[in-house]
């Protein structure tokens, strides 16, 4: 009478997600980074051109808190942005995939970039924004701890992180800030350009990119801190710096996802 399999036979058949990231070194970041910026040089037009349309869109949010008497809300927002950045950057993986196979890259495939797999892409985007909305609430509620008797203004909040009780508002803030951005850049490190590459759902995505962040701590950091060096150099010129640093950004993470997620299933990218 012939023996049956053992029940664990087909799980163990199934390729593990852990399987489909590779392990990389400290040396690929920059790497990265140079495949990015060959991709900006390369498509230069599209690229700047949808900089530039983010940029533009940013400073007319940040003038409609300024008109709105919101003004308190502009630097928690730019620090909101760095926790969707990975939707926003969807047409700057678009043009590296365009041009890894040989095609022509545009703005209307960039911006439409979303349809490969529009479900899952839209719903990882709005989870983003509500991210970004709860860390806004945080941010306000963390000063409303530090000073209740102070309004939130822009002149009142200067005012009272200059204080030696606002030093420590600034550590807290900066801690509850930094546990956003860690979650937020382990979900999102290569979730949303797998999700249009091989039109992933988003648990699958979002796992391995965890994944890919734990097997990798080391490098993954350090890809982690280019990120916010690059945002923070295209922030502190009044936004316009990111019109080059969110495509140079954008187009290397897309080879980050590449090195990460190889087509193999796995092993160590040369």
Request: net charge negative.
């Amino acid at each position: 009478m012939p023996t049956e399999p053992p029940a664990t036979a087909a799980v163990e058949s199934r390729p593990v997600l852990s399987d489909r990231v590779a392990t990389v070194t400290l040396d690929h970041p920059w790497q990265w980074l140079q495949a990015g910026w060959r991709d900006l040089v390369t498509a230069w037009p599209v690229s700047l051109g949808l900089g530039a349309l983010f940029t533009g869109t940013g400073l007319l949010l940040s003038l409609g808190l300024a008109l709105a008497g919101m003004g308190y809300l502009i630097t928690s927002t730019i620090a909101g942005f760095m926790l969707v950045a990975p939707g926003l950057a969807m047409g700057f993986y678009d043009i590296s995939r365009r041009l890894e196979r040989g095609e022509r890259p545009s703005v209307w495939s960039a911006l439409t970039a979303w349809r490969t797999n529009p479900v899952h892409m839209l719903s990882f985007g709005i989870a983003l924004m509500f991210f970004m909305m709860i860390w806004l609430r945080f941010a306000a509620l963390v000063f409303a701890i530090f000073f209740p008797y102070v309004s939130m203004s822009w002149g009142s909040m200067l005012n009272q992180t200059l204080s030696a009780e606002g030093l420590v508002f600034l550590a807290v803030g900066g801690a509850v800030g930094a546990v956003f951005a860690a979650i937020a850049f382990m979900c999102a490190a290569v979730s949303m350009p797998m999700m249009m590459d091989r039109r992933s759902d988003v648990f699958e995505a979002v796992v391995t990119s965890i994944l890919a962040v734990v097997r990798n701590p080391a490098p993954m950091a350090l890809w982690a801190g280019l990120i916010v060096v690059f945002t923070e150099a295209g922030l502190v010129t009044l936004l316009i710096g990111l019109t080059v640093t969110l495509p140079l950004i954008g187009h290397a993470s897309w080879h980050a996802y590449r090195t990460l997620v190889p087509d193999d299933a796995g092993g160590t990218p040369e």
